[in-house]
């Protein structure tokens, strides 16, 4: 019927909608982005992987707040313009020969940054929805040491006006157009194929 085949990938990224952290560098005014794929929230809590020679895990150690900036299809290209580049001034030994320190990622990515309303991180103007957030929690990945698991607890959620659904707090899931991470392609959302009994509208 439907013979299965074993294969060994070396990453399982079947597809997650791609997240744009925005990070506080400890004494520097401009603050860090870090593009992520690693992210899914139950209620009001967003679960991250990190891993632990970003400067992203750095920032959140020192200064747990951060906003999870969702980017749609139309800013692949601003994404890929910043994918090379870490905030860590030093380079971990591991991404030298492909990533370059960037301390100004927004010029580089063309972003631009709107201040937040209780965080210290700037959000994304660019980026159609923004959510506030702050660390609850980190756990590690794994023994090895390589990644942490960040919980952090939305606290105000902003969204770009075409997205709202005047009147109420719902999204308008017509008008919202995610991009996803899918074996290091950029994808952005197809067709609605049902719809779930919950759903509010
Ligand atoms: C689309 C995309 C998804 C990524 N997903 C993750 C992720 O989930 N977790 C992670 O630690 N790094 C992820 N990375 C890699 C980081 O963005 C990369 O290591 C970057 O240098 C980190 O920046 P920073 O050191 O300034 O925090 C992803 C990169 C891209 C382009």
């Known amino acids: 019927m439907h013979p299965t085949l074993a294969i060994e990938p070396s990453v399982f990224y079947f597809g997650t909608p791609i997240a744009l952290l925005t990070t506080a560098k400890p004494g520097d005014a401009t603050a860090n982005i870090t ?9 009001d809590t967003y679960v991250l ?27 692949s290209e601003s994404i890929e313009r910043i994918a090379k580049t870490t905030g860590a ?6 991404k030298r020969d492909q990533y370059g320190y960037e301390p100004d990622k927004w010029t580089l990515g063309g972003f631009t940054p709107r201040p937040s309303e209780t965080v210290t991180p700037p959000r994304i103007a660019e980026c159609p929805v923004q959510l506030e957030a702050r660390v609850d929690a980190m756990t590690p990945l794994d023994e090895a040491g390589n990644a942490t698991i960040v919980h ?16 109420t707090s719902h999204v308008d899931v017509d008008a919202w157009k995610p991009i996803y991470y899918t074996f ?3 994808f952005s959302q197809g067709e609605r194929v049902g719809v779930n009994f919950r759903a509010e509208h």
């Not at 992987?49 to 980017?71: F, K, T």
């Open 35 to 43: 593009p992520i794929s690693s992210a899914w929230a139950l209620d």
């Open 49 to 75: 992987g990190l891993s632990n020679l970003g400067q992203a895990i750095h920032n959140l150690r020192r200064h747990g707040e951060l906003v999870i900036n969702l980017p749609d299809a139309g800013l």
């Open 89 to 94: 001034a030093e380079v971990p030994l591991a």
């Open 152 to 167: 952090a607890k939305v606290l105000r959620t902003h969204v770009h006006h075409a997205l709202a659904l005047p009147g």
């Open 184 to 186: 290091r392609h950029y």
